[in-house]
T-cell receptor, first 112, second 114 residues
Framework: NAGVTQTPKFQVLKTGQSMTLQCAQDMNHEYMSWYRQDPGMGLRLIHY???????DQGEVPNGYNVSRSTTEDFPLRLLSAAPSQTSVYFCASSYSGNQPQHFGDGTRLSIL | AQSVAQPEDQVNVAEGNPLTVKCTYSVSGNPYLFWYVQYPNRGLQFLLKYITGDNLVKGSYGFEAEFNKSQTSFHLKKPSALVSDSALYFC????????????FGGGTRVLVKP
């Protein structure tokens, strides 16, 4: 039981490049979320999903895209990277919105 | 809109002394409240939650939190802090009336000195 797995752990991009951050969970959780963590700002919700085929926007969705084709996977796409997207990105999953979220170890992304 | 405030950026405490990390929240419906801890270069780990029931909630590693509806607070406490409790602590709230979004506070760094 691996929990929530995020890849890659580190990535450096140039402005304008696109990439996909991968997130997979093996706990059969319906609820998955993407957050970004910036110093002094806690975690901010980017997008979330309450089940396969269902996604919704969080607090800071601009510049990011998600899809949920399976229960296990919830990739986050950066469409055209900008320096303001330099951050640590966390994926999390839970059985429902009332249950504790399980977090991956994060992807540290730098945009030059 | 739901919100969470952690008024202290850092809390310093001597090992063996009581530890308190403050959290206040704002919601329009009933709150679901959570505390998480983050160690360096790791994701967040769940400590405890309040959904309903007893206002004093006990969680992992000897931590507890008290839900106070009138003061809209959910402070995290530990009677006797350990050096290993040094970490970043986050309070989070979900408004029952606002769907499935979880809102986090800015975090409080705890430093426990030997």
């Amino acid at each position: 039981n691996a929990g929530v797995t995020q890849t890659p752990k580190f990535q450096v991009l140039k402005t304008g490049q696109s990439m996909t951050l991968q997130c997979a969970q093996d706990m059969n959780h319906e609820y998955m979320s993407w957050y970004r963590q910036d110093p002094g700002m806690g975690l901010r919700l980017i997008h979330y999903s309450v089940g396969a085929g269902i996604t919704d926007q969080g607090e800071v969705p601009n510049g990011y895209n998600v899809s949920r084709s399976t229960t296990e996977d919830f990739p986050l796409r950066l469409l055209s990277a900008a320096p303001s997207q330099t951050s640590v990105y966390f994926c999390a999953s839970s059985y429902s919105g009332n249950q504790p979220q399980h977090f991956g170890d994060g992807t540290r992304l730098s945009i030059l | 809109a739901q919100s969470v405030a952690q008024p202290e950026d850092q809390v310093n405490v001597a090992e063996g002394n009581p530890l308190t990390v403050k959290c206040t929240y704002s919601v329009s419906g009933n709150p679901y409240l959570f505390w998480y801890v983050q160690y360096p270069n790791r994701g967040l780990q769940f400590l405890l939650k309040y959904i309903t029931g007893d206002n004093l909630v006990k969680g992992s590693y000897g931590f507890e939190a008290e839900f106070n509806k009138s003061q809209t607070s959910f402070h995290l406490k530990k009677p006797s802090a350990l050096v290993s409790d040094s970490a970043l602590y986050f309070c989070a709230v979900r408004d029952e009336a606002a769907g499935n979004k979880l809102t986090f506070g800015g975090g409080t760094r705890v430093l426990v000195k030997p």
